[in-house]
T-cell receptor, first 117, second 111 residues
Framework: AQSVTQLDSQVPVFEEAPVELRCNYS??????LFWYVQYPNQGLQLLLK??????LVESINGFEAEFNKSQTSFHLRKPSVHISDTAEYFC???????????????FGQGTILTVHP | EAGVAQSPRYKIIEKRQSVAFWCNPI?????LYWYQQILGQGPKLLIQ????????DSQLPKDRFSAERLKGVDSTLKIQPAKLEDSAVYLC?????????FGQGTRLTVV
């Protein structure tokens, strides 16, 4: 069974500073990787995903994540954060193959990013 | 394109009462999920449907929770009777492939 560990429960940063939210996963088979963002009282929104190809994936609002197979990590980074990036971020994995687990997302515990002015 | 619709947004009930949540997925999405998100935790899958068939309900507490997906479109999740520990946000999601789209969720408070 796969599992996801987000290493920081809370990350406070100042506006315009860089940030990294860490995510490690455990799986005996290849997985697909996702980052979701959740604003207060909202559902989860897909931020970016890695399915195959380039190990560096980017979102439309400046976030990027790099898949590192040897370290089983998928850390999320942004070079300069804004107040509006304040939210909870979830890392998730799913199985690419068929079977009953196909498409099912397994989430980490979440990281609350707070951007201070 | 309309997103995943859920209702109600908020519900407060007393323990031992019953409650039902409704979900309308994105049109054409064959896969539908119900997740439970307890405060401070990541979402946990309760049940996964493919069209109107159940793919995975291994984490669904079947003594009190039930779910159905009629005609492979809308879905309802029911809790009967509710316990205090059922207080959580219940998220519905749908997908065509990998990477699901989520509704805004129903926040359930059991008192």
């Amino acid at each position: 069974a796969q599992s996801v560990t987000q290493l920081d429960s809370q990350v406070p940063v100042f506006e315009e500073a860089p940030v990294e939210l860490r995510c490690n996963y455990s799986s005996s088979v290849s997985v697909y990787l996702f980052w979701y963002v959740q604003y207060p009282n909202q559902g989860l929104q897909l931020l970016l995903k890695y399915l195959s190809g380039s190990t560096l994936v980017e979102s439309i609002n400046g976030f990027e994540a790099e898949f590192n197979k040897s370290q089983t990590s998928f850390h999320l980074r942004k070079p300069s954060v804004h107040i509006s990036d304040t939210a909870e971020y979830f890392c998730a994995v799913s199985y690419p193959a068929g079977g009953t687990s196909y498409g099912k997302l397994t989430f980490g515990q979440g990281t609350i990013l707070t951007v201070h002015p | 394109e309309a997103g995943v619709a859920q209702s109600p947004r908020y519900k407060i009930i007393e323990k031992r009462q019953s409650v039902a949540f409704w979900c309308n997925p994105i049109s054409g999405h064959a896969t539908l999920y119900w997740y439970q998100q307890i405060l401070g935790q990541g979402p946990k899958l309760l049940i996964q449907f493919q069209n109107n068939g159940v793919v995975d309900d291994s984490q669904l507490p079947k003594d009190r929770f039930s779910a159905e997906r009629l005609k492979g479109v809308d879905s309802t999740l029911k809790i009967q009777p509710a316990k205090l520990e059922d207080s959580a946000v219940y998220l519905c999601a749908s997908s065509q492939s990998h990477g699901a789209f989520f509704g805004q969720g129903t926040r359930l408070t059991v008192v």
